[in-house]
């Protein structure tokens, strides 16, 4: 059970460049969720995810697109990378039903854009 | 004004010692998590509170909804306790899917 996997680990981008942040889990989650952490700020919700098919925008969506073709996978895509997207990237999965479920946290992939 | 504000922002200890970290909050809530990120690390459920008091091993976490506080207790505390605490709080209402909001996290430092 790997719990939450994120990859890259370590990326960095020229401003314009697109990638794909990738997360997985395998606890048949149906909640899962993309946050961005920087300095001095607490971790912001880019998207979310109630399920396979569903997506939401959080709190600071703009410049990244997400998709939910799978329960296990939920990618997260910068289409035109800016240096303000440098950032260290959480993605967390939860189970669906109580609001007070734990939320697990992948390892994070740390973005610089140049 | 940040809906979840945590204090200390930085706490140096010596081993040993009994720590306190706070954080309120200004919005009615559901649950209250205490959160720990490791440095170059990834990020770990401690707690999650809806009221009263929680304990597991050396950390003890007491939540007071009347007064929107929440307090994290460490006690003897050891140089592997060093990290960032990040409170985070899901507000009352709305769907079960649990959107946090987040505290700017409390960096503790416990030298040996």
């Known amino acids: 059970n790997a719990g939450v996997t994120q990859t890259p680990k370590f990326q960095v981008l020229k401003t314009g460049q697109s990638m794909t942040l990738q997360c997985a889990q395998d606890?048949?989650?149906?909640?899962m969720s993309w946050y961005r952490q920087d300095p001095g700020m607490g971790l912001r919700l880019i998207h979310y995810s109630v399920g396979a098919g569903i997506t939401d925008q959080g709190e600071v969506p703009n410049g990244y697109n997400v998709s939910r073709s799978t329960t296990e996978d939920f990618p997260l895509r910068l289409l035109s990378a800016a240096p303000s997207q440098t950032s260290v990237y959480f993605c967390?999965?939860?189970?669906?039903?109580?609001?007070?479920?734990?939320?697990?946290f992948g390892p994070g992939t740390r973005l610089t854009v140049l | 004004k940040n809906e979840v504000e945590q204090s200390p922002q930085n706490l140096t200890a010596q081993e040993g010692e009994f720590i306190t970290i706070n954080c309120s909050y200004s919005v009615g809530i559901s649950a209250l998590h205490w959160l720990q990120q490791h440095p170059g690390g990834g990020i770990v459920s401690l707690f999650m509170l809806s009221s009263g008091k929680k304990k597991h091993g050396r950390l003890i976490a007491t939540i007071n909804i009347q007064e929107k506080h929440s307090s994290l207790h460490i006690t003897a505390s050891h140089p592997r306790d060093s990290a960032v605490y990040i409170c985070?709080?899901?507000?009352?209402?709305?769907?079960?899917?649990?959107?946090?909001?987040f505290g700017q996290g409390t960096i503790l430092t416990v030298h040996p």
């Open positions: 967390a999965s939860q189970a669906e039903g109580a609001s007070y479920n734990e939320q697990f």
């Open positions: 985070a709080v899901k507000v009352a209402g709305g769907t079960s899917y649990g959107k946090l909001t």
């Open positions: 606890m048949n989650h149906e909640y």
